[in-house]
């Protein structure tokens, strides 16, 4: 059996991480084919930290699950850099990566598990949002244009059928994602579109699974018209042969494990 890390990236997510959290119970088959668990909070200013603490206490999961602090906030791409980091370093087969805001639901992430077993040579499992048979609640008909569209300019530019830039939850094939080439991506949520492009250039086997996704009681830190601007323009910079702007810093993506007592 493959060795599966979930990482949970966090940022103010207080009121949702424990709803994340509570669906790994109410899904024992899940739950028995993670062998690690950690929430990474990227530096919170609320309780994200103390909530999920105690919801792994409360749902007994102690001695599979445990809440990483980055020492800095480094972005959404910067939070998945610390989890490739941490699956490389315990020798896991796949990352799987779902945000901890509740709006991917924790329950579908053995979907994409399911559908990597069925698809070893793939190098991601992606959920999608807007494909046929996804579900979204409370997610507006703009957006969702405005998605699609975008969906179809990456079709038809990079050839490859496009089903989604980067939902809340995604499965990684952990030897496909090699540094130092994975560390020189957005640390921003631009993150996803360039390790997507990454996989084409690479000519990367992937899958694309409808999820759904939901939109109730979260603060969503994306700027949805600066996203889109910003993926046409790292689309176009990839059409034209330019290789992704270095992100690389002085920053070693430090983390402490923070467990309760």
């Known amino acids: 059996m493959p060795k599966i890390l979930l990482a949970i990236p966090a940022y103010n997510c207080q009121i949702q991480i424990e709803r994340v959290i509570n669906g790994l119970i109410t899904n024992p088959i899940l739950l028995n084919k993670l062998d690690s668990i950690i929430i990474i909070d990227n530096r919170s200013t609320d309780g994200t930290v103390e909530a999920a603490l105690a919801a792994i206490k409360k749902n007994n999961l102690t001695n599979k699950a445990h809440v990483v602090v980055n020492m800095q906030n480094y972005g959404l ?3 998945h850099k610390v989890a490739l980091a941490f699956a490389i370093r ?3 087969d796949y990352l799987a990566i779902l945000h901890g ?3 991917a639901i ?3 992430t053995l979907l994409l598990i399911n559908e990597s077993e069925l698809n070893p040579a793939s190098a991601a499992i992606l959920g999608s949002r807007f494909m046929i048979g996804s579900k979204r609640i409370g997610y507006s008909k703009i957006r969702t244009f405005g998605n699609v569209t975008l969906n179809l300019l990456f079709t038809l530019f ?3 059928v496009t089903k989604d830039l980067g939902s809340g939850l995604n499965l990684f094939k952990v030897s496909e994602l090699k540094y130092p080439t994975i560390a020189c991506l957005s ?3 631009s993150f996803n579109i360039e390790l997507l492009l990454y996989f ?3 000519k990367k086997h992937i ?3 409808p999820i759904t996704w939901i939109e109730e009681d979260q603060i969503s830190n994306a700027n949805t018209i600066g996203i889109g601007y910003s993926a046409l323009k790292i689309l176009g910079r990839w059409r034209l042969g330019l290789k992704p702007g270095i992100h690389l810093s002085n920053t070693l993506y430090q983390s402490n494990i923070v467990d309760s007592e």
Do not use: I
């Open 200 to 202: 084409y250039s690479n």
């Open 106 to 108: 924790t329950e579908e």
């Open 187 to 189: 640390n921003s949520l």
């Open 101 to 103: 805001d509740n709006q």
């Open 207 to 209: 899958k694309y699974v």
């Open 90 to 92: 315990n020798d896991f």
């Open 77 to 79: 791409g910067g939070s």
């Open 158 to 160: 990079s050839g490859r």
